[in-house]
Every structure is written in C-alpha cells, then in structure tokens.
C-alpha cells in the first residue's frame, strides 16, 4: 500500500496486535502519511485488534480484556488509530473490533456524514463522542452494533438521548440495531455488573438506559415492518409463552 498507488481502494480490513507494535504503522511520517491518502477514498473500515494475528489467527483472545490492556499499554498510541480512522473522509462502514479496551473518546464525528453501518466491540468511549457520531450520520445510519462497549462517563440515557436534547434521535432509518454487554466502565459512576448472571443488552439498573434503549428498538422495528421484515432478532422482547393448566 506504501509503494502502488491504489487509488480506487474502497475497502481495507487492517488486523493489528494488541502490543505497542501496531504503532509503527502509524506513527512514522511516511506511514502516517501513506494511510492519510490511502484512507481519503476508504468507504468501508473494518479493524481488529487483538493478540493473535498471523496464520491461524483465533476468533477470541487468548487472554480476558482487562489482562491485555494491564500487559500491553497500548492507549497511549490510540490517537494514532483515532487519526487514522479520521482521514476516512467517505467512509460508510465502521467496524472497530478491539480486545484492549480502547478508548475512543477522542474520535471526531466531522467524517460520519455518509455512515451507514457502525461495529464497536471491545473499547471505552464518552457518550458525548457516541451522541455526536449518531447526531452526525442520522440521515443515513442504518445498522448499529456496541457490543461490550464501556462509558467512561455520563449515561447511555445521554448516548440515546432519552431526554431529546437534540430532537434529532434516534436516527430516522436504522433497521438494525445490536446492543450486548454494554455498561460502565470501573471509573463511570453507575452499576456495571453483579445484578444478573444473564448477558444484558445493558449492564445497568438505571430505568432511563433501558427506556432509551426501548425507544431504538421501537424505531428498528418499525422501520423493518415498513420494509416488510421480520423484527430484527436482536431488538425486541419475545412474548411470553401462553401456559395451560389442565385441572
């Protein structure tokens, strides 16, 4: 990619270690520079981050989240990454699949106009940064994934904006949404975990986050039984079954 030019590339998938060494792509001017070119005709995105790149890569770390982000410091070189998904100034499909808990508070929503899919898995993030990126790209956001994805501050009331401080959510045309294991992080103010041993869409006991998160779900399947399909699988309450007694 340094050395052809590449001009009508579209789509780049970049797996990176969860060590300091995936730095060295971007760090340096001629790599930085390189991926700033690069990445101005990007319209897809997608990037792992995890500790087992390489033939006969791993779908799961070898190691828990917290273990990796404790053994690799890597956060002090995540505004490089930042950057680096900021010169995609077309970019469509964002998908961020980290195993260190990165923290993306500083991604700049000024290039998410165009965006229609967005995959956070694995990072911590502010909810303003989250707000704005949705405010952003509300006109054309049509699927959304945050699984285990950490607020560093604030609520998911505010990422959902369940006070409508914005009027603008949730976004008009979304028709997919997926929200798993999400909830603070160790420094936030609220619960996390330890009121359920089941998966939550939401790791909190604050009635507003699920009253948001309710509202996404009504506008997903609203928008899909416009569309004439089924509810989407991961955005609605199952009915309970009806139980007959036989006295």
Not at 148 to 161: H, I, Q
Not at 179 to 201: D, H, K, L, N, P
């Amino acid at each position: 990619l340094r050395f052809i030019p590449v001009p009508r590339l579209r789509c780049l998938h970049l797996s990176l270690p969860t060590t300091a060494e995936f730095a060295r792509f971007l760090t340096t001017y001629s790599y930085s520079k390189s991926f700033a070119e690069i990445c101005a005709g990007i319209e897809e995105l997608h990037i792992i981050i995890n500790d087992s790149t390489g033939l006969g890569v791993r779908a799961t770390p070898r190691r828990p989240r917290s273990l990796i982000e404790a053994g690799f410091l890597i956060g002090q070189f995540t505004p490089y990454l930042v950057l680096l998904i900021s010169h995609a100034k077309r970019i469509q499909v964002l998908s961020l699949n980290a195993y260190s808990w990165l923290d993306l508070s500083d991604l700049q929503a000024g290039s998410f106009s165009q965006l229609r899919s967005l995959r956070l898995e694995g990072v911590q993030v502010k909810p303003e940064t989250l707000l704005q990126i949705f405010i952003e790209a509300r006109n054309t956001l049509l699927r959304v994934e945050l699984i285990d994805v950490k607020l560093l501050a604030g609520t998911w009331s505010e990422v959902f904006d369940v006070f409508q401080s914005s009027r603008l959510l949730p976004p008009p045309n979304l028709n997919w949404l997926h929200i798993s294991g999400c909830g603070y992080a160790m420094t936030g103010q609220y619960t996390t975990r330890g009121f359920s041993e089941v998966r939550q869409a939401l790791w909190s006991t604050r009635g507003q986050d699920w009253i948001g998160l309710i509202a996404w779900m009504a506008m997903t399947n609203n928008n899909r039984s416009f569309q004439g399909l089924p509810p989407c699988p991961h955005s609605y309450f199952p009915t309970p079954p009806v139980i007959t007694i036989d006295y």
